[in-house]
């Protein structure tokens, strides 16, 4: 090979070097260095022309070109030009061993010259057709390079629009989950407001069947009080009057018969005020509720029917006395609520603690000390809903366990005869589960205490 051809050869493995980095979008110094070594193959090229005697700028050129052919051997950047490498270099290696012998050995390369000149051809005729598969090759991977970064773009839109999918899917989901919640609250209401349509309409046609019922009753049992109250009148005045004047014999045996007649219609009077008073608790349970929801003060209420209930107590009773304790909790505020309604419910429930405590204290005597206490606060239920909470309790009789599945059923009462009708907590119930969606529950222990607790769900407190 002649010497002018290795800066061309030179030239070529820079540019395709630079070529390489520019397609692999590489940015590093060897660009710049490349650079210097395209400077210095022209300028080996220039000074070997016009120093054609010298062969110094021959030598460095092989050093130029060896170093260049090297380069993809020892850099990773550069090991896709190995085949370009491997086409010149048979050129590379005949150039410089011509011009080693030439310089050391002339008369023996002049001997072998042919020699040498068909290893120079072949080394030509072996860089053309690698330079052509080559080619070839890398037209190959440039549609290969084009495909894969084709792919890589597809791959990038497909991953931007699955991200844009992916936060429309999650709007849409929570849209979605927001609109089944405000279903579900509806829903909730509705069957709350129907559930409260239904026992007011329940109410509304128990309460025209049973004043239909009193008013036929109402009457012959006003006669039966009213005659039995009139009938032990006149046998007293009987008594004081004419049965004086009789004699002593008939007298006796009279005054055991009028003593009897006297007896009965006593007992008639007692059962007829009883049936009065259970015919006006009818009267009262299956009345509809006319009461409407409004912001009610429910620390106040429980306050004012606790003193209503226990003034109430001692006016039949003056001997009565209880202690009465009090914890409101102060943030709560009002709350909507049937504000007559839920005040009947305290009441019962004020009415039958005290009624506990005094015949507890009729039990123990003077070592006992009845005490009543109801208290208000602000919970959360389960469901993350607030609720006020009223509980009334009591250190009395408590309910006995066999009959506290009974206590909410119409017509079951604990008292004497003649002392309850059995329908104050039942109406109790209904108010608090049916109009007020809340719940009434007991705790109790038969001897030791009382304690119902009223939770009542709200929107706000």
């Not at 046609?205 to 005659?227: C, D, K, R, Y």
Request: aromatic residues 10%; glycine residues 6%.
């Amino acid at each position: 090979m002649d010497i002018g051809l290795e800066p061309f050869v030179a030239i070529i493995l820079v540019t395709q070097f630079r070529k390489t980095l520019k397609n692999e979008g590489i940015r590093n110094d060897w660009n710049q260095y490349l650079l210097y070594a395209l400077w210095a193959a022209i300028a080996i090229m220039c000074l070997g022309v016009s120093f054609d005697h010298l062969k110094i700028f021959a030598f460095l050129g092989h050093f130029l070109v060896f170093g260049l052919v090297a380069l993809p051997f020892k850099r990773d950047e550069f090991k896709t030009d190995r085949p370009i490498v491997n086409a010149v270099l048979p050129a590379v290696v005949v150039a410089f061993f011509s011009d080693v012998i030439k310089l050391l050995f002339i008369n023996f390369y002049n001997n072998y010259n042919s020699f040498f000149d068909s290893a120079t051809w072949f080394a030509i005729l072996w860089f053309c057709a690698m330079w052509f598969i080559n080619r070839r090759q890398n037209k190959v991977l440039e549609l290969e390079r084009k495909r894969r970064r084709d792919e890589e773009e597809q791959n990038r839109m497909m991953a931007a629009m699955k991200v844009n999918l992916e936060s429309e899917v999650k709007q849409r989901t929570a849209e979605i989950t927001q609109q089944k919640e405000e279903l579900q609250q509806a829903l909730a209401e509705l069957k709350s407001t129907q559930a409260q349509l239904v026992q007011q309409e329940k109410m509304a046609s128990l309460g025209e069947l049973t004043a239909g019922i009193a008013h036929e009753i109402q009457n012959p049992l006003n006669f039966v009080n009213n005659f039995s109250e009139v009938s032990i009148e006149l046998l007293d005045e009987l008594k004081e009057g004419v049965f004086r004047n009789l004699p002593d014999d008939i007298r006796e045996e009279a005054d055991e018969i009028m003593n009897d007649i006297t007896q009965n219609l006593t007992k008639i009077n007692q059962h007829g005020k009883r049936a009065d008073a259970i015919v006006k608790g009818m009267l009262q349970h299956s009345r509809a509720t006319t009461s409407k929801k409004e912001s009610t003060d429910i620390n106040a209420l429980a306050d004012e029917y606790l003193r209503l209930s226990y003034h109430g107590l001692r006016a039949k009773d003056k001997s009565f006395n209880a202690a009465m304790k009090t914890s409101f909790d102060p943030n709560i505020g009002n709350i909507e609520a049937m504000a007559q309604d839920l005040g009947r419910v305290l009441l019962n429930l004020y009415n039958n603690s005290f009624y506990s405590v005094a015949e507890k204290k009729n039990l123990l005597g003077e070592g006992y000390s009845p005490t009543v206490s109801v208290s208000t606060k602000h919970v959360k239920l389960p469901s993350g809903s607030s609720a006020v909470e009223i509980t009334v309790a009591d250190n009395g009789m408590g309910i006995p366990q066999k009959v506290l599945d009974k206590i909410y059923q119409p017509f079951f009462t604990t008292k004497p005869t003649g002392q309850g009708t059995g329908l104050g907590l039942s109406m109790s119930y209904d108010i608090i589960t049916k109009a007020h969606n809340g719940e009434l529950t007991v705790e109790t222990a038969e001897g030791e205490y009382a304690r119902f607790v009223i939770t009542i769900p709200v929107a706000n407190i």
